[in-house]
């Protein structure tokens, strides 16, 4: 079977990558940002099969306990999210070329 590649970029441009795998799963990433919580959905993908294409305008933060994130120097849209004990990475799906690969992930048989 073939793997789909994944494709994004923040919303300047100034980061765009590529996954070169299937993604493992969609969750809903939760963040609280004062008192408010925001949840929004993150394609799950092996840490290994993401490439930068303009790693210098990629900054990882710490967050708190939590992980890293990747954010865009530029626009400082949040890209990517490493959480710890993990090597998963998450990368927000916002930031994805399209939606159809989400459409194409919800429909499928969970088993
Ligand atoms: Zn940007």
């Not at 300047?12 to 919580?37: P, W």
């Not at 993401?50 to 530029?74: F, I, K, M, P, Y």
């Amino acid at each position: 079977m073939k793997k789909p590649t994944y494709s994004g970029k923040c919303a300047c441009g100034a980061v765009s990558y590529t996954v070169q795998a299937a993604a493992i799963g969609v969750i809903d990433y939760r963040r609280t940002d004062g008192e408010k919580t925001h949840e929004h959905p993150m394609l799950a993908v092996e840490r290994e099969h993401l490439s930068v294409n303009s790693e210098e305008a990629l900054c990882w933060e710490d967050v708190s306990s939590e992980g890293r994130q990747g954010v865009c120097r530029r626009c400082n849209a949040r890209l990517f999210r490493y959480p710890n004990h993990s090597n998963k990475l998450l990368i927000a799906v916002g930031t994805l070329d399209g939606r159809q690969y989400l459409h194409e992930y919800l429909r499928r048989p969970q088993d």
